[in-house]
């Protein structure tokens, strides 16, 4: 089963590398959008949650705890970028609080 949810993982992650999260947080009131429209505004993550189900849901670090809030008892894992701006290619597990 271990080995099932870390392949399972790894293809999630995959796919997100490649084509973004489902969704992106714009601002502080929560409002997400399409990864491409949230590059039209300028606005990166720095931080993607991932739920159980796959689904997952980006932010830029200022508003990383917004997005964390939204669903915080549903977070399975994390991605976060790295110093050098490039995304850690593993999801750590998600810790209640570790989008901050």
């Known amino acids: 089963m ?6 399972k993982i790894e293809s999630i992650v995959d796919e997100i590398l490649r084509h ?3 969704r992106v947080v ?3 009131r929560g409002e997400a959008t399409t990864p491409g429209r949230a590059q039209q505004l300028h606005i990166d993550s720095d931080v993607i949650f991932i739920r159980k189900d796959g689904w997952s ?4 670090q200022a508003l990383a705890a917004v997005a964390e809030a939204l669903w915080a008892d549903e977070w399975f894992w ?3 970028r ?3 701006r490039a995304w850690d290619h593993e999801a750590k ?3 209640k ?3 901050r």
């Open 57 to 60: 849901l980006g932010a830029p």
């Open 26 to 28: 714009i601002s502080a």
């Open 97 to 99: 609080g570790g989008g």
């Open 78 to 80: 994390i991605l976060r």
């Open 2 to 7: 271990a080995k099932e949810n870390a392949v």
């Open 20 to 22: 973004g999260p489902n």
């Open 82 to 84: 790295n110093a050098q």
């Open 93 to 95: 597990p998600y810790v």
